[in-house]
């Protein structure tokens, strides 16, 4: 199987319905219809390849969609797209490819949204600064989207991986282990070098949730400039993907 990442810097999902029909394949229902094995069977990629989709690819398994941390902007912002027709334009997008009457219908394609994650506030303004500009974005924003993204979903009753939830899930565990593991190096006789064997608060959590004070209230554990995924962020990304696609399709196989 074929992967093709088609990447677009910056694009939003009014951006995306632009190019949408340069990027999605027209299939022949027919061709999909006349073969029963339509997800198993192997795709053979074109010898020309020096075309890439529309037209060399007559067949996706599997289309992940994650738009929303560019339409969430602040106002005044070239990027911002108003939350109801950001949930318009992603209604559409996925339309092309469910819709009978789409040119882009593949009623056999399985489809993933993904939310956006969430905004390292005070991570983005520090960035921002260092280019002499204001802020762009803001979590409280960016939690509109996506649950704009997660709502579509449920009506769609299509499967989303909620990354926006994960993250800030994960930021604060960190932060209430946070005075957990200064007490236990308060504590007496709790140190690296002398812990009791028996202590809740023990050499190994001492070790592994001693954390420094973050000054971007830890999404920098998963965000490189409190917008873009580092590489922690994508592992944990990857890893709700598979989970998902696996509890959602156990026959799914992507290889």
Known sequence: MDMLNRGFANYTTSDARNVAHLILPKLSLKHVLNRTDAWNRPQRWPDSRD???????????????????????????????????????????????????????????????????????????????????????????????????????????????????????????????????????????NTPGNTPGNNPESLDFYKHNLLPASPYDGYEMYLSDGFSLNANGNKLLYNLIATKLLNTWPDFKPY
């Open 51 to 189: 075309r890439t989709l529309p037209d060399s690819a007559p067949f996706m398994r599997l289309l992940i969609v994650c738009f929303g941390s560019y339409d969430a902007a602040l106002e005044g912002s070239p990027w911002r797209v108003p939350l109801p027709q950001f949930t318009e334009n992603l209604r559409y997008l996925l339309s092309l490819v469910r819709s009978p009457d789409s040119d882009f219908y593949s009623p056999y394609t399985r489809i993933l949204l993904i939310t956006p994650p969430p905004l390292g506030d005070r991570m983005h303004k520090d960035a921002m600064q260092r280019k002499g500009l204001p802020p762009v974005y803001a979590n409280n924003s960016t939690r509109l989207y996506a649950q704009a993204v997660l709502d579509l979903s449920r009506e769609l009753e299509l499967p989303c991986v909620d990354l926006w939830s994960a993250i800030e899930a994960m930021v604060k565990k960190a932060a209430d282990r946070a005075p957990l593991a200064v007490a236990a190096r308060n504590t007496p006789g």
